[in-house]
């Protein structure tokens, strides 16, 4: 908890970029409604085209009005055509949401990227006499994208899923109360997850970020020093160095995968027990003739909106594990504190005037000048 409430302080970076946010969110609201919709049109061919059930009220309003689709086969064409403006609207959407996530991501991580930069620049040379160069290069260019992982991987991904959560609960209350308790049975075992791998995929990532930043630091020690790696012939020596690793890493890469994959097979399967519970009681359902097979088919289709965002909750809770080990080493550099700062009562002195050599003759030994009689000014700015 005391991670997540340092990782939050990144979040300033998102709001000079409020308007990119905005739509964002509009898209997210304009998706939900969209994907509450595209399951009907597959209801209204099950139930009231093949099968013949009378329409509703609502939707025989809706024919009246549309010229040719009265019948059987105008509900027909109706369904064919709505399908296809569904999916349409559902990708140009997520076209316009894309396209707004990735200027938004990059402007984010840029913008934490220079503040990085300046402030390393403003820290004393003792601190840079204890980090390598290779290392802070890596927090600024590589652990940056931290900030985006936070808004675009974690933050925005928490809220589309508790407003889908919230939508599909509610319909699906409505269609089938008593199912919707059974599939919402498998959230104990999804929490569960987070306590069980979140901790492990936390300290798998923070180990990998370290070996990535170590080679960086050994690249360009090695690049830095080439003149004395070639005299002591030592161009073998820091290749095997570099081999070691990159070995350690690709094995920190592997524990990583690894422990994300079992956190996904575990959330995977606990979601696939629920669905499996839910068709078994809905086809009962189905058989004593209580519900059609339509609704069942809805209620399937959004049991899958249902548990889409109730495993996102739980990626979103294991994304803030691993965002961790490149926060940590972001908000590390930025809350360090110059050991050279202005006091309190410190006031800004600003120069005036001008700075002019006139007839200068220099050299570093007696008669061998340098410059002779250079004549030159400065002036503010």
């Keep these: ?5 340092r990782q939050l302080k990144l979040l300033k970076y998102a709001w000079p970029h409020a308007r990119d946010l905005y739509i964002i969110l509009l898209t997210i609201l304009v998706t939900i409604g969209l994907s ?17 059930t009378p329409l509703p009220p609502q939707l025989v309003n809706v024919l009246s009005v549309l010229p040719g689709l009265q019948g059987t086969h105008g509900l027909l064409l109706l369904v064919c055509v709505s399908t296809i403006l569904i999916f349409l609207a559902i990708s140009l959407v997520g076209m316009l949401s894309g396209t707004v996530s990735i200027r938004f991501s990059q402007r984010m991580t840029f913008d934490l990227g220079a503040d990085l930069f300046l402030h390393l620049q403003r820290l004393s040379l003792l601190f840079h006499s204890r980090r390598s160069v290779g290392d802070l290069m890596s927090r600024v260019t590589g652990d940056a994208g931290c900030v985006q992982i936070l ?30 308790l059974l599939s919402l049975a498998v959230v104990p075992l999804l929490m569960l997850s987070i306590r069980m791998f979140g901790k492990r995929m936390n300290l798998r990532g923070r180990e ?19 003149p004395a790696v070639q005299a002591f012939g030592r161009e073998e020596l820091e290749h095997t160095r570099y081999r070691r690793f990159a070995d350690q890493t690709v094995s920190a890469y592997v524990r990583t995968t690894n422990a994300q994959m079992s956190f996904k097979l575990f959330v995977g399967s606990v979601t696939a027990a629920g669905t499996a519970m839910v068709m078994y009681l809905g086809a009962l359902r189905v058989l004593d003739g209580t519900i059609t097979v339509g609704t069942i088919l809805v209620f399937l289709a959004y049991l899958k909106s249902l548990y889409d965002p ?3 909750l739980t990626y979103v809770a294991s994304t803030l594990q691993t965002l961790t080990a490149s926060s940590d080493r972001v908000l590390e550099i930025l809350e360090t504190t110059p050991d050279v700062r202005d006091a309190p009562d410190a006031k800004e002195i600003r120069l005036q005037g001008t700075v002019r050599y006139q007839d200068v003759t220099f050299g570093y030994e007696p008669n061998k000048t340098v410059l002779h009689r250079v004549v030159f000014e400065a002036r503010p700015g």
């Design 1 to 5: 908890m005391k991670a997540t409430l």
């Design 208 to 226: 990998r970020r370290e070996l990535e930043a170590r080679m960086a630091s050994l690249v360009q020690e090695s690049l830095s020093a080439v």
């Design 310 to 312: 109730v495993n996102n």
């Design 151 to 180: 808004v675009n991987g974690a933050l925005i991904p928490l809220l589309q899923s508790t407003v889908m959560l919230i939508t599909m609960f509610v319909i699906m209350w409505k269609l089938e109360p008593a199912m919707t």
């Design 36 to 52: 509450v919709l595209q399951p009907w049109p597959t209801k209204i061919l099950i139930d009231h085209v093949l099968g013949h």
